[in-house]
């Protein structure tokens, strides 16, 4: 590849992995995830909530376009999507339970 094996890309992925390691970052992960999960699939909007740490997709019986419309525009909550029916969510690894409580809120918000 042009770039693989690059000392720069290297160190630069060297460091990442330090970060993740000081921070435990994956051990957050782990915890903060199933927290989400377990409270999303409290709320009966959402068909069927799947996942693994913090890549969690939420699955809605109809369209999401109007709904990740409403987070963005009402809540500024930017989600991905996959599929049609389909909302992911991606955060970042240092996502706190407070920030996910945050989420939450917003979410039950435009679901109402």
């Known amino acids: 590849t042009t770039f693989g094996g690059n000392h720069l890309a290297c160190s630069a992925a060297l460091a990442v992995l330090d970060v993740m390691e000081q921070e435990s970052l994956v051990e957050n992960a782990a915890k903060v995830g199933p927290y989400l999960q377990q409270e999303l699939k409290k709320m009966p909007q959402i068909k069927d909530v799947r996942g693994l740490g913090l890549m969690i997709g939420l699955e809605f019986e109809a369209p999401i376009k109007e709904l990740r419309l409403r987070l963005l525009k009402e809540q500024h909550v ?29 979410l039950r918000r435009v679901l109402e």
């Open 78 to 106: 930017f989600t991905g999507v996959s599929g049609t029916n389909v909302i992911r969510l991606l955060p970042p690894l240092c996502l706190s339970l407070k920030e996910a409580d945050i989420f939450l809120e917003r």
